[in-house]
């Protein structure tokens, strides 16, 4: 969901050269750093808002058909977040911009129209006007929309009311990730990183300001038409400002290219004395826009691919029980922490795993990943086997009050434990196709791979949903999800970093006969009332996991605990 940001998939770029000096004007280290530490905060705020969102969600609502309902019609921000604010037109935009901003600096100062603003007029009314007209199309089409979502929904006009509430999302959301993208641009990330708080402030207040005794859950549905307004108006003033301000200078020249991304032109070289001054370079054509969609095109496909997931859940749970797309949700929004804290250790090593390739450097590019994909998977696996130890505390500890009550609880902890099968797979497919995506150039296979992992779970989740409901869609997901990480794995062999595929799926199959037999330790220990029970659940996965890794001899975990015995940091700190 359009919770909170995703590590985003992106095209690496060539590094610069060692000896390359950054553009003047350039941010310094102190100021990159705080600008770091601020998004990361508000990245933090945003995901503690989306939880607390979901526990209103549930204690408010319940798990039921009314909620169900809403998921169906929240199906479409999280498209729309997928191709307007995190990929596509993030993808698409910002390497747009970056080129404006070259030519701008490239130009001098009385070389006709800014390139920036140029593209601005070129862009933003067109982009404006056609989601409009999607929005306008889709509340228009909803009712016919909602059955091709969700077949068999029981209460399918409630459905129908929050999608044209939400189909505003699609205007919303491409001017919130039009700023974005253009403030990224400019060197601009605390406003693009305080869209999620704001988006989910929205959801929060409606719920609370109006009545939903009367109004039910298309409150929420409010909620997140507001929430899409709001991230727009966090961001257009402060990119309104940057616009208005007048370009500086021309750059003087470096001795050597400023690092630009792939798709920008490089600076102009300054004139030599007495020669007559260059004029600015022509906007790209839609012929030179053609190769950058091209090369972005594998990059978008798989992760509207991958977000499709949500969907065939969805679809294939609309005629079970009431409920079941409700228990589905919040079982995974739990179950996928574990993951979403591993791959943000691949987040951070993407860069050095690019600039490692692009340097020419296989082998620190192989060994970095190798390491980081089972460091991830190590992370994933105990959280993964806290999940199943103790599913129903956690759910019970989260979500279990008001109207979503112990049945709600029970079901939505069996639905998690099954998803929790699938969550190492989800682990390394998000960090394998940053192996893939490293490169200049992305390829197909992830998006083939993953339209593969696509087709099983459907065919699967056909096949379970009769006999064993949520649960068996919950499988099936798991099933597809690990065929794509294998695929993934596999092909990486032939790829720009070739991993030892037998010797990473040996180790990953030592670390999770440990996770294993730490799961059947968390199950014993988790016994009282959740707040003490969810703790020694994780105390006892996380003894028994790194007892048993290291006595199978995987792979990190020894180093681990060596570098954390207290003696050796001592010793390491005295030396």
């Given at each position: 969901?359009?919770?909170?940001?995703?590590?985003?998939?992106?095209?690496?770029?060539?590094?610069?050269?060692?000896?390359?000096?950054?553009?003047?004007?350039?941010?310094?280290?102190?100021?990159?750093?705080?600008?770091?530490?601020?998004?990361?905060?508000?990245?933090?705020?945003?995901?503690?808002?989306?939880?607390?969102?979901?526990?209103?969600?549930?204690?408010?609502?319940?798990?039921?058909?009314?909620?169900?309902?809403?998921?169906?019609?929240?199906?479409?921000?999280?498209?729309?977040?997928?191709?307007?604010?995190?990929?596509?037109?993030?993808?698409?935009?910002?390497?747009?911009?970056?080129?404006?901003?070259?030519?701008?600096?490239?130009?001098?100062?009385?070389?006709?129209?800014?390139?920036?603003?140029?593209?601005?007029?070129?862009?933003?009314?067109?982009?404006?006007?056609?989601?409009?007209?999607?929005?306008?199309?889709?509340?228009?089409?909803?009712?016919?929309?909602?059955?091709?979502?969700?077949?068999?929904?029981?209460?399918?006009?409630?459905?129908?009311?929050?999608?044209?509430?939400?189909?505003?999302?699609?205007?919303?959301?491409?001017?919130?990730?039009?700023?974005?993208?253009?403030?990224?641009?400019?060197?601009?990330?605390?406003?693009?990183?305080?869209?999620?708080?704001?988006?989910?402030?929205?959801?929060?207040?409606?719920?609370?300001?109006?009545?939903?005794?009367?109004?039910?859950?298309?409150?929420?549905?409010?909620?997140?038409?507001?929430?899409?307004?709001?991230?727009?108006?966090?961001?257009?003033?402060?990119?309104?400002?940057?616009?208005?301000?007048?370009p500086g200078p021309p750059a003087s020249p470096a001795p050597s290219a400023?690092?630009?991304?792939?798709?920008?032109?490089?600076?102009?070289?300054?004139?030599?004395?007495?020669?007559?001054?260059?004029?600015?370079?022509?906007?790209?054509?839609?012929?030179?826009?053609?190769?950058?969609?091209?090369?972005?095109?594998?990059?978008?496909?798989?992760?509207?691919?991958?977000?499709?997931?949500?969907?065939?859940?969805?679809?294939?749970?609309?005629?079970?029980?009431?409920?079941?797309?409700?228990?589905?949700?919040?079982?995974?929004?739990?179950?996928?922490?574990?993951?979403?804290?591993?791959?943000?250790?691949?987040?951070?090593?993407?860069?050095?795993?690019?600039?490692?390739?692009?340097?020419?450097?296989?082998?620190?590019?192989?060994?970095?990943?190798?390491?980081?994909?089972?460091?991830?998977?190590?992370?994933?696996?105990?959280?993964?086997?806290?999940?199943?130890?103790?599913?129903?505390?956690?759910?019970?500890?989260?979500?279990?009050?008001?109207?979503?009550?112990?049945?709600?609880?029970?079901?939505?902890?069996?639905?998690?434990?099954?998803?929790?099968?699938?969550?190492?797979?989800?682990?390394?497919?998000?960090?394998?196709?940053?192996?893939?995506?490293?490169?200049?150039?992305?390829?197909?296979?992830?998006?083939?791979?993953?339209?593969?992992?696509i087709a099983l779970t459907a065919a699967a989740g056909s096949a379970f949903?009769?006999?064993?409901?949520?649960?068996?869609?919950?499988?099936?997901?798991?099933?597809?999800?690990?065929?794509?990480?294998?695929?993934?794995?596999?092909?990486?062999?032939?790829?720009?970093?070739?991993?030892?595929?037998?010797?990473?799926?040996?180790?990953?199959?030592r670390l999770t006969a440990a996770a294993a037999v730490a799961t059947a330790?968390?199950?014993?220990?988790?016994?009282?009332?959740?707040?003490?029970?969810?703790?020694?659940?994780?105390?006892?996965?996380?003894?028994?996991?790194?007892?048993?890794?290291?006595?199978?001899?995987?792979?990190?975990?020894?180093?681990?605990?060596?570098?954390?015995?207290?003696?050796?940091?001592?010793?390491?700190?005295?030396?």
């Amino acid at each position: 969901m359009a919770d909170a940001p995703r590590p985003p998939v992106a095209v690496a770029a060539r590094p610069a050269p060692v000896a390359d000096r950054p553009s003047p004007g350039a941010p310094s280290g102190r100021l990159l750093a705080r600008a770091a530490a601020l998004t990361a905060a508000l990245t933090a705020l945003g995901a503690l808002l989306g939880l607390f969102r979901d526990q209103l969600l549930a204690r408010t609502f319940g798990a039921g058909t009314g909620t169900d309902a809403f998921l169906v019609a929240w199906t479409v921000p999280e498209f729309a977040a997928t191709l307007l604010i995190e990929d596509g037109m993030a993808l698409v935009l910002v390497p747009a911009f970056a080129a404006a901003l070259a030519r701008r600096g490239a130009a001098p100062p009385a070389a006709g129209p800014d390139p920036v603003h140029a593209l601005v007029r070129a862009t933003l009314p067109k982009a404006a006007l056609g989601t409009a007209a999607a929005a306008g199309l889709l509340v228009l089409a909803a009712p016919l929309v909602v059955p091709l979502l969700a077949p068999g929904l029981p209460d399918r006009q409630l459905a129908v009311d929050c999608t044209r509430l939400t189909a505003t999302c699609l205007f919303s959301f491409a001017l919130a990730g039009y700023c974005s993208a253009a403030l990224r641009a400019h060197g601009r990330y605390l406003a693009p990183a305080a869209i999620y708080v704001a988006y989910n402030t929205g959801i929060i207040t409606a719920v609370v300001v109006l009545d939903p005794a009367d109004q039910g859950v298309r409150a929420a549905a409010a909620g997140v038409a507001a929430g899409g307004a709001l991230m727009v108006l966090v961001q257009a003033p402060v990119l309104w400002r940057q616009l208005r301000t007048p370009p500086g200078p021309p750059a003087s020249p470096a001795p050597s290219a400023p690092r630009t991304p792939p798709v920008a032109p490089a600076a102009a070289p300054a004139a030599p004395p007495g020669a007559p001054a260059p004029s600015a370079p022509p906007a790209p054509t839609s012929a030179g826009v053609r190769p950058v969609l091209a090369a972005l095109a594998p990059v978008i496909v798989f992760a509207v691919s991958r977000q499709s997931q949500v969907l065939v859940e969805r679809f294939l749970a609309a005629p079970l029980p009431a409920g079941a797309i409700s228990h589905l949700n919040y079982a995974q929004k739990v179950a996928q922490l574990p993951m979403v804290l591993s791959l943000m250790l691949c987040t951070v090593s993407f860069p050095v795993v690019a600039r490692a390739l692009a340097a020419g450097d296989t082998g620190t590019a192989r060994r970095r990943a190798e390491r980081d994909l089972l460091l991830a998977g190590v992370i994933v696996l105990v959280g993964a086997a806290t999940v199943v130890a103790a599913a129903p505390q956690i759910v019970g500890l989260l979500f279990q009050r008001g109207a979503f009550d112990g049945a709600d609880t029970a079901a939505t902890a069996g639905v998690m434990r099954v998803y929790a099968l699938g969550l190492l797979g989800q682990t390394l497919v998000g960090a394998l196709v940053r192996c893939y995506f490293s490169t200049s150039r992305p390829l197909w296979y992830p998006a083939a791979a993953m339209l593969g992992g696509i087709a099983l779970t459907a065919a699967a989740g056909s096949a379970f949903a009769g006999p064993w409901g949520a649960r068996g869609i919950a499988a099936a997901n798991a099933l597809g999800i690990t065929l794509t990480a294998a695929l993934l794995l596999i092909g990486l062999r032939h790829q720009s970093v070739p991993l030892d595929a037998r010797r990473l799926a040996g180790g990953l199959a030592r670390l999770t006969a440990a996770a294993a037999v730490a799961t059947a330790a968390g199950r014993w220990s988790a016994a009282g009332p959740p707040p003490l029970a969810v703790p020694l659940a994780f105390a006892a996965v996380t003894t028994v996991f790194t007892a048993t890794a290291c006595a199978l001899r995987a792979p990190v975990v020894p180093s681990l605990v060596r570098s954390a015995h207290p003696f050796r940091r001592l010793a390491k700190a005295r030396s």
